[in-house]
Each structure stands twice: as C-alpha cells, then as structure tokens.
C-alpha cells in the first residue's frame, strides 16, 4: 500500500471518528447550551469548520494523487519516445553507412537493453524478430540495397507495435482501426523501397 492510499484511509477513519464524535458532541452541547440564546448556532459553525476542513484536505490530497499519477504517466511516455527514436536514428544511420561495425551493435546492444526497461511486452517480442534477421542479413558487416529493404520492412513492422505502446490508447478511443493503420504503415514502407 502506497503512502497517498495510507494517507486517504487515514483521513477517511478520521471523517468517520469525527462524525460520530461530532454527533455526540452536538446532542450534548446542543442540550447544555439550549439556555445560551447564540450557544447553538456557534457550535454548529465551529462543527461544519472543522468538517469542512476535512473535507477540502481529503479532496486536495486526492487532487495531488491524481496530479502526480499523470506528471509520472508523461515522463514515463516521453522516455520511451527518447528511447525508441534513438533506436530507429541508429539504424537509419547503419543504413546510411551501409557498414556496420562493432560500435554499432554494441550501441544496438545498448539500446535493446534500454527497450527492455520501458517498451512493451509486445515491442520486445518484435524486437527480438527485428534483431535476429537484423543479425542474420549484416553478419558480413555490410548493407546493401537489398538488406536495406529487409530492415526497413522489419523495422516498419516494429513500429507498428511501438505507435501501439506510445498511443494506442488514443488511437482506441478515436476508433482508428488498428489492422487497417497497421496495412497503411506498411504500405508506405513497401512504396519508399523504390526511391
């Protein structure tokens, strides 16, 4: 249990306490100030202060909970954005290169170790696919035209999975089928190979 889920129990034990206690409280001094003609009304204030004070802090709280869930929800969005456009920089520039040497798979090392700490179950395992023909068609080192299409085509079937980790949410909510989205990003690889 988190320390705002303590912190809202907590407060809710204390509205329950103070209602009751409040209630009791306000049958007697209700009671010994009946012969007091104003001895009523301001128990009755200093009662509803106190309640109302109590009520705003567990309202706050909730508010900064809530506040504090969505600050971690983008920082954690914009990491995996950093992470997975480091990812296809580096292999627009492998492809660029058309040489692949050590740095690069220990960079490509790199980054699938950064992967595995924000990306998807689901990027992961088409990252694994990625990688084994990624190794299989630059295990000479070399990238030519045919091996570019190759990546690029494996590399457009991983960003289908990743435009799903950062934004398929949104992409559901506006109803945007995903099949059909997933054909287009395809498409488009396919109609680029021939630039």
Do not use: C
């Not at 506006?174 to 498409?187: M, S, Y």
């Amino acid at each position: 249990m988190d320390k705002l889920s303590r912190e809202n129990i907590l407060y809710m034990m204390l509205s329950a306490v103070l209602v009751v206690g409040g209630y009791w409280f306000l049958r007697y001094a209700y009671h010994v100030a009946d012969q007091a003609p104003f001895s009523q009304e301001i128990v009755l204030i200093i009662l509803g202060t106190i309640i109302t004070v109590l009520i705003t802090a567990i309202l706050l709280n909730k508010q900064t909970e809530v506040e504090l869930k969505k600050e971690e929800n983008i920082k954690f969005i914009e990491l995996k954005t950093d992470i997975y456009i480091q990812l296809i920089d580096h292999l627009e520039q492998v492809i660029i290169n058309r040489d692949i040497d050590n740095k690069d798979k220990i960079r490509l090392r790199m980054l699938a170790h950064k992967l595995a700490i924000v990306a998807s179950p689901e990027v992961l395992t088409q990252f694994e696919e990625f990688v084994d023909r990624f190794t299989k068609i630059t295990f000479d080192h070399e990238v030519n035209e045919r091996d570019a299409n190759i990546i690029m085509d494996q590399l457009a079937a991983l960003s289908i999975y990743i435009r799903e980790d950062l934004i398929g949410d949104i992409d559901l909510r506006e109803g945007v089928d995903q099949k059909k989205l997933a054909r287009q990003i395809r498409e488009n690889s396919d109609s680029l190979q021939d630039l």
